[in-house]
């Protein structure tokens, strides 16, 4: 999963909820995970699903934390 506008990369993530590293805003998701990626537009992987990134895709979406698996 990367997050290239914020500057992190996560390499081989835990399952579990991942804050925006600098809070909401524009992120490249690259799912090479054999996990969804759900991308919330709260922190904390609360308020709506801004979408679902399944594993092998790529999206750019605005979010503020993402939930592997």
Known sequence: M???E???TYENPKAGCYDAPDGPGGLEI???TNKEV?????PKCAGETV???EP???ADV???S???G
């Open 62 to 64: 605005f979010g503020a």
């Open 51 to 53: 979408t679902v990134v």
């Open 38 to 42: 759900t991308v919330f537009d709260e």
């Open 2 to 4: 990367n997050d290239h």
């Open 30 to 32: 690259g799912n090479f």
């Open 56 to 58: 092998g895709n790529d």
């Open 6 to 8: 914020r500057g992190a």
């Open 66 to 68: 993402v939930r592997i």
